[in-house]
């Protein structure tokens, strides 16, 4: 269960966000390298901000969270970002960001900023599909797609752990979100998000989509954006007051490879 402290953090976050913002920014603080050189290097530095203690590279299409202008600079920016496995996996979800630094502006973009994919609702209103519409001289049927599924869920079936206060905080052992003491009985959660491309596509892994309850269906809290057609990035802000939280996953060459997950109650 996320301590209070790093709610704290997470809220100050978007506090700081709100006030601090650049350009067009205004969903998600996420950012992501956009190097042509393919990579940037993060400054990591230690009480003095002016003294640095290491350089960490990030590659093309990594992920952090804009935290704010970095103290006496005009290029660089303050990040957060998550601490990496040693030996990659297939898919990794963070719901902590343990790592901070600064990296230069030019080497950099706001989610916001990037070719934002045309969402539609389903006619049983309960699949969303983004369709890249940014080239118009690709034909229709050739173009990304990125298909979210929303269902009534099942997990009032399932095993329920509950904390010391009662709220339900693991079903069928995996931490949940979007949810309090009780299971509404109209609950939902994402059943499936499938990525639809020219010559691949893929179903994301149960692991990425799991006891994610309570999802957006309001176009103004979900979008899915790409630097280009291999990296591509899916956000929803979900639940809502003290149960809100957001979640963004990074797709590479049409499969989900990581997720970034936290609470940031209204």
């Known amino acids: 269960m996320m301590t209070f402290i790093n709610k704290a953090i997470y809220i ?55 935290v704010k202008p970095a103290p006496g600079e005009t290029e660089w920016i303050w990040i957060k970002y998550p601490e990496k496995e040693e030996l990659p996996k297939p898919f990794v979800r963070y719901d902590s960001l343990t790592k901070e630094g600064m ?94 491309q020219p010559g691949r596509g893929s179903v994301f892994v149960r692991e990425a989509i799991k006891n994610m309850f309570n999802p957006t269906m309001d176009f103004e809290n979900m979008g899915v954006t790409a630097i280009d057609d291999d990296h591509i990035y899916l956000y929803m802000i979900n639940g809502s007051g003290e149960h809100r939280y957001t979640t963004f996953w990074t797709i590479k060459e049409g499969k989900a490879i990581s997720q970034i997950v936290y609470a940031n109650p209204e």
């Not at 230690?46 to 952090?64: L, P």
């Not at 983004?130 to 079936?157: E, H």
């Open 12 to 66: 100050s976050i978007f506090s700081i966000f709100s006030f601090v913002l650049l350009h067009a920014q205004t969903k998600v603080p996420f950012g992501v390298v956009k190097a042509e050189e393919g990579y940037a290097m993060v400054r990591v530095h230690k009480e003095d901000y002016r003294k640095i203690v290491d350089k960490i590279r990030m590659r093309k299409g990594d992920v952090f969270v804009y």
């Open 103 to 196: 990296v230069n502006k030019g080497r950099i973009a706001f989610i916001d900023q990037l070719p934002k994919f045309t969402p539609t609702l389903s006619k049983n209103g309960r699949s969303i599909t983004f369709v890249d519409n940014n080239n118009s001289k690709i034909p229709a049927n050739q173009r990304t797609k990125v298909v979210i599924d929303i269902y009534p869920s099942s997990a009032k079936f399932k095993k329920q752990e509950k904390d010391s206060e009662g709220n339900i905080v693991k079903i069928d052992k995996q931490k949940t979100w979007g949810i309090g003491k009780e299971l509404p009985e109209d609950l939902k959660e994402i059943k499936s998000v499938r990525v639809q």
